[in-house]
């Protein structure tokens, strides 16, 4: 698997809806199950099954689920380093644990699921830098 095998994945999700807790290509996803689709597609069945979540179980858990689950799966990427195909990790506020993926497609662009947008890919300006909290290469990705 290489990193342009990785953008290409995540691109077919465009135009995907935004659907909580769904991971199911041009039906309905969020930026977890975008993630995953991705995991299924190039690496096959998933390391975990995503328990139920509600759309505020950050704020409402204050634990650091996704970091501690991207932790287990994936190889931590420095963020000055982080490169196509990288999972990026965000922090909405910086008192809650992070909660929001995306999949970078080049060192200023990446493809994520918005609530009511859905999978686009967008430029990581300023507002997203400054909620980058994490960054992650897939297991066995070949440089």
Do not use: N
Request: glycine residues 8%; contains cysteine.
């Amino acid at each position: 698997m290489t990193r342009a095998d990785i953008v290409v994945a995540a691109r077919r999700w465009i135009g995907t809806p935004y659907a909580h807790q769904a991971s199911l290509i041009h039906v309905g996803c969020d930026c977890l199950g975008l993630v995953r689709g991705v995991w299924r597609d190039l690496i096959g069945d998933e390391p975990e099954t995503a328990p139920a979540y509600t759309p505020d179980w950050a704020e409402a858990s204050g634990t650091e689920t996704l970091l501690d689950v991207a932790k287990r799966h994936f190889a931590p990427v420095l963020l000055s380093d982080v490169r196509e195909g990288d999972i990026l990790l965000f922090r909405f506020r910086d008192y809650l644990p992070a909660k929001h993926l995306g999949v970078a497609t080049s060192a200023t662009h990446m493809v994520h699921a918005h609530a009511g947008v859905g999978v686009a890919e967008v430029a990581i300006g300023a507002h997203w830098r400054r909620k980058l909290v994490a960054a992650f290469a897939f297991p066995g990705v070949a440089d």
